[in-house]
């Protein structure tokens, strides 16, 4: 799941208006964001698997520590709780809590079953939508009107740059999103990784959008 993810972030905004959607993209997409780290460095492994289904393009062989069902609420517990050692905002320390473990549980409706419950990962979940495509497309993309809709009635543009700059941002997250399931499969494991990283940019992006929105 991908724009599923943005998603829950862009909703959590309605019940932490004061917290930047940079940092909430952060939180539901921390796995993600720190699977590739540990891809590049060796911890955890992937590798390619073409043909047939667009969404299962890759084989996770190994992600136990950014994508077991333990590592996702250790992580979830970690930022939730430094989150509220800054703001001392227990609603805000708990909703980045959230956003964070449910980046596992989206991954679940998705996922074949790779998606590992403990660090051993001898134990593997996953419903697997993704066996089908059209369904996986029209619930991510449903997720994501969702998502958008209850951010625009917790925020409101103080300019215009905060009206542009949130819609191409989500003009962006989507084509990228369909573009990756038209798009030929990735052709090195290893550039996955480095691609994967790019997605701080939306994190500074968000960030920038953010700033020029009010409460709504």
Known sequence: MFIGHYAVALAAKKATPKLSLGLLFIAAQFLDFLWPILILLGVERVRLSPGGDPFLQLDFVSYPYSHSLLGSVIWSVALGL?????RRNIIEGVTIALCVVSHWVLDFFTHIPDLPLTFSGTEKVGLGLWNFPLATIIVETGLFVVGIALY????RPKDRIGTWSFWGLMVVLYAIYIASYAGPPPNDASLVGLLAN???LFVLWAWWADRHRAEG
């Not at 430094?82 to 800054?86: E, K, S």
């Open 82 to 86: 430094l989150v509220f050692a800054f």
């Open 152 to 155: 625009l009635r917790a925020t």
């Open 198 to 200: 790019l997605s701080w």
